[in-house]
């Protein structure tokens, strides 16, 4: 296979994928392309929306054409971190334990609803987010790879639900806000309803997914495009130093390190999406919000104001000045008059 098909491959298989999902997906375009960059990065996804925005399924119908294995977990107030990740049973006609196997060990793992179990649920998922491994009984057992959290919140409910530590939070690669289908597309959605689903293709492995994931690494970054992005990350850390003064008493807490690290890999993603084999600074302004805005600790005086994480972002975009990134040229290439 030559160098230009193996660059090609794994956009048209991607954009086969996302065919397949539009068939049931309707008019959330931007999402399903912030999930896929997630699914070639290999970084966990929290998606937030009201209700009967088809959250769950969206990530239903990535696992049906990927191909891989898809495991649900309904979060409850009650649910305990053996109910995720396993644990050991004594089998008294052996006298021995035997080691039961959560529904965490899935290729693609909704997480419904996560902020409504406890803490000590929330904390059972950092590992195997974190190390994709599970300890139980001081046992090592390694989740299937490729491996996805894709959790789910709903915004408008606070009763009976517990807020997503901040360690816990910045785990998650994108944080992604579902918002209404546009007028014509709700029709779409609702005329596509009156009649029986159509059947989903697989279009891909998760072995596919895995070799895509080695062509993300072959995307070419310029040294200027991730001192872009740290600038971004570091405006929301010290907005006085940027010329965003009015901005630090709104903040008490910037973006960690994993901001600037998850903008540059998920950027390499979305440029080989498109099919580019170098990063623009469009791709890292795209998904800047997606990847920062739940890095983002408002201030009290923030909260008081009503000022939310995203306008905040808007501010730092609008004025870090962006690089000049042309394409880079190949061996032997002349500089332009």
């Known amino acids: 296979m030559d160098e230009t098909r193996s660059h090609d491959e794994p956009r048209e298989a991607l954009e086969g994928a996302l065919y397949e999902i539009k068939q049931v997906i309707i008019g959330q375009d931007a999402m399903l392309e912030r999930v896929m960059v997630a699914l070639l990065t290999g970084g966990h996804v929290l998606l937030e929306g009201v209700p009967g925005l088809a959250k769950t399924l969206t990530i239903k119908t990535l696992a049906s054409v990927v191909g891989g294995s898809f495991r649900r977990i309904q979060f409850t ?35 419904d609803e996560i902020n409504r179990a406890p803490a000590k649920v929330q904390s059972a998922l950092l590992e195997v987010m974190q190390e994709e491994q599970v300890t139980i009984g001081g046992d090592t057992h390694g989740v299937p790879l490729p491996f996805l959290v894709l959790a ?19 785990r998650f690669l ?8 546009a007028p014509g597309d ?24 895995l070799r895509f994931r080695e062509r993300v690494r072959d995307v070419f970054v310029d040294r200027e495009a991730i001192e872009y992005a740290v600038a971004l990350a570091d405006a929301t850390r010290r907005p006085g130093r940027h010329g965003l003064s009015d901005v630090q008493p709104l903040l008490s807490y910037g973006a960690s390190p994993r ?6 890999q998920s950027a390499r993603a979305l440029a080989l999406l498109r099919g580019r084999r170098h990063v623009l600074v469009s791709d ?8 920062l805005r739940h890095r983002l600790v408002l201030s009290y005086e923030g909260l ?3 000022v939310s994480a995203d306008e905040l972002l808007q501010r730092v ?10 394409p880079p040229r190949t061996a032997g290439e002349p500089l332009a008059a």
């Open 77 to 111: 107030p009650d649910l305990v971190p053996s109910d995720l990740v396993g644990t050991r049973i004594y089998r008294p006609d052996s006298g021995t334990f035997d080691t039961e196997l959560g529904p965490v060990f899935a290729n693609f793992l909704l997480a």
């Open 152 to 170: 789910t919140q709903n915004p408008i409910e606070s009763e009976g639900t517990y807020p997503l530590p901040e360690a816990q939070v910045d």
């Open 174 to 181: 994108m944080k992604i806000l579902v918002d209404y289908p």
């Open 186 to 209: 709700e029709a779409a959605v609702v005329e596509s309803s009156l009649v029986p689903s159509s059947e989903i293709g697989v279009r891909m492995t998760a072995a596919d997914l």
């Open 259 to 264: 901001g600037p690290i998850g903008l540059v």
């Open 284 to 291: 890292i302004r795209d998904l800047a919000p997606e990847v």
């Open 304 to 306: 008081s104001e009503g």
């Open 317 to 326: 975009l609008d004025t870090v000045p962006e690089p000049d990134l042309d």
